[in-house]
């Protein structure tokens, strides 16, 4: 590997660092806000959502949407906790073998993220008649915040545990909404 290569791969990861750096000083101070602020309800009383039917899931009872969103939002932070360590077993503490599997974990939680909010936003789209532009706005801030709560890929490996019975649930009740068929091997 030439130099220039090397100093152009070391500039990368220093500024993903950086930046994740600046991302978490930023949820850290948006969740002293947050908690200075009264809890806003779950579930919106929004008459056209349609909701979850699967009673003992975790997701009952909430919208589409909202349930699509959340898995969205965790499958996302996922992506980003292997993305870094991937950086970091690449620049840090060089270790290829843990770079490709991490990198390869980080493709797949980032597939499975895109799955889901195309799901909340398939839904919002046809239940609120909304653009898309304002559906991705709508179900945006309950990703953000499912994503943000959960710190370590150990946690959102948790955390998302229930997802694939939820996609897998949709599949079957709304299979023009939610019409990813490689999640249902996972």
């Not at 899931?57 to 993305?83: D, E, R």
């Not at 709560?149 to 959102?156: G, H, L």
Request: aromatic share 6%; net charge positive; proline share 5%.
């Amino acid at each position: 590997m030439r130099l220039g290569t090397r100093r152009t791969i070391a500039v990368a990861a220093i500024l993903s660092i950086a930046l994740s750096s600046l991302a978490a000083a930023q949820s850290q101070t948006k969740r002293r806000l947050n908690k200075q602020e009264a809890p806003s309800p779950t579930t919106p009383a929004d008459k056209r959502d349609r909701v979850v039917n699967a009673p003992g899931s975790a997701f009952n009872g909430k919208a589409w949407w909202q349930a699509a969103a959340t898995c969205g939002g965790i499958y996302f932070k996922l992506g980003m906790v292997y993305s870094d360590a991937a950086i970091r077993a690449k620049v840090v503490k060089p270790d290829p073998a843990a770079y490709a599997s991490l990198t390869k974990d980080a493709d797949g939680a980032s597939k499975t993220a895109t799955a889901f909010f195309d799901a909340a936003e398939r839904f919002l789209i046809a239940d609120r008649k909304v653009a898309r532009d304002e559906a991705v706005m709508t179900y945006d801030a309950v990703a953000s915040a499912n994503g943000d709560r959960v710190k370590t890929a150990d946690a959102a490996v948790q955390a998302a545990k229930p997802c694939p019975d939820l996609y897998k649930t949709c599949r079957g009740a709304f299979p023009h909404l939610c019409n990813e068929t490689a999640l249902l091997t996972n």
